[in-house]
């Protein structure tokens, strides 16, 4: 009994120390990789650039003053909508004392002119009337007087143009009051009820009163690198994505490419500019940032490989193609245009042929098994 025993507790010692031998022999072995594949693909290829830049309109105006002072009043705030002629603001004239002092000395002097001519024409009408001198005599004094009143009105006019920036003939038309020339939307106004202003003219910009634009007509400004600039064209079509409004996909038309390039972080960038076509009841604020995608070039219905599958040596181009199963071989291939993602085949492979996925361990040789 107890030698039976002792036997199966050897059988069973034998058993577990094989085991334990074959467990670690299997445990120690590489395990075989398995290669995935994939196959070329019929597809369409785009390739296109990006540009970033801008929606502005395309009529912006300044509204400057005509004469300098002061704001007295403002008709105005930004986002309201105007029309050619509104009121935008009243300026209030701070005349310059030189200049007043002035048009009060050409207003007395002419006041005494036409006292005198006043006084010889009375006399000239005596003499006339007692037929001493001729008609004609007293015709160039009666021009005199006419002369001397006109000159009173003009000095008159004068000075109130320097006091007030008004005329008693000119009334409506006064320069005091600022209007629109176009019209659209108020877009800023950056002054406000008391603030100085200066007038335009030939050697100051002047105080801007209001910023006016028509938000009917965008554009999208924008600027691409100078690798890409020499495929644009005018007439391109763009698709254009508004940060603002990323729900959205507008349309525009390329109508203008800056000939001259500007460097910015040491590249050179070129400003393009193209027509926003807007869609019905939408609106699109001013300055809203926003990027165009540009088609440059596409392909369709043309066989595709992605770019990760393919191993690049100088000039040259391959796939591994897998010839017997989990055994590949390397095989030279033309390509043609490429969107980053896929790459267009030209030749070298077919549709049916299975590619060996190149994020799998690489085999090293050639042909692998």
């Given amino acids: 009994m107890k030698k039976a025993l002792k036997i199966v507790i050897g059988v069973i010692i034998l058993v577990v120390f094989a085991g334990t031998i074959v467990y670690l022999y299997q445990k120690s072995q590489a395990k075989p990789v398995i290669f995935e594949t994939t196959t070329a693909q019929v597809t369409n290829i785009v390739k296109k650039t990006v540009a970033t830049g801008k929606v502005v309109p395309r009529k912006e105006i300044e509204i400057k003053p005509q004469v300098s002072g002061i704001i007295s009043e403002l008709y105005v705030e930004a986002g309201q909508k105007v029309k050619k002629g509104d009121m935008i603001a009243k300026v209030r004239i701070i005349p310059n004392m030189i200049s007043l002092n002035e048009a009060e000395s050409r207003v007395n002097r002419a006041k005494i002119n036409l006292d005198n001519a006043r006084q010889n024409y009375d006399r000239q009408k005596t003499l006339y009337d007692s037929r001493v001198i001729a008609i004609a ?13 006109e000159d009173v009105d003009a000095a008159e006019n004068n000075l109130q143009l320097i006091r007030e920036g008004i005329t008693k003939t000119a009334g409506a038309a006064s320069n005091t009051i600022i209007r629109s020339t176009i019209e659209g939307m108020v877009l800023t106004v950056p002054v406000e009820v008391g603030n100085s202003v200066i007038e335009s003219n030939t050697f100051n910009d002047g105080t801007t009163i209001a910023t006016i634009a028509d938000m009917g007509e965008m554009i999208f400004k924008g600027k ?41 972080n040491g590249a050179i960038q070129f400003e393009i500019r193209a027509a926003v076509e807007l869609k ?15 088609v440059l070039e596409h392909r369709d219905s043309v066989l595709a490989v992605q770019e990760s599958l393919i191993k690049y040596e100088g000039d040259t181009a391959s796939v591994e193609v897998e010839t017997a199963p989990q055994t590949f071989k390397k095989k030279i291939i033309k390509t043609g245009l490429s969107d980053g993602v896929n790459v267009e085949v030209l030749s070298g492979i077919t549709k049916k042929d299975k590619l060996k996925i190149q994020n799998a361990p690489d085999s090293g040789t050639e042909e692998k098994k």
């Fill in 137 to 149: 005599e007293l015709q160039n004094y009666e021009v005199a007087l006419k002369t001397a009143r």
């Fill in 224 to 264: 691409v690198d100078e690798s890409e600039v020499g495929k644009l064209h005018e007439g391109m079509e763009l698709i254009m994505t508004v940060g603002a409004i990323d729900t959205e996909k507008f349309t525009a038309k390329l109508e203008h490419i800056s000939p001259k390039g500007v460097e910015e």
């Fill in 280 to 294: 019905e009841n939408m609106f699109i604020r001013a300055g809203y940032s926003a990027n165009a995608d540009i």
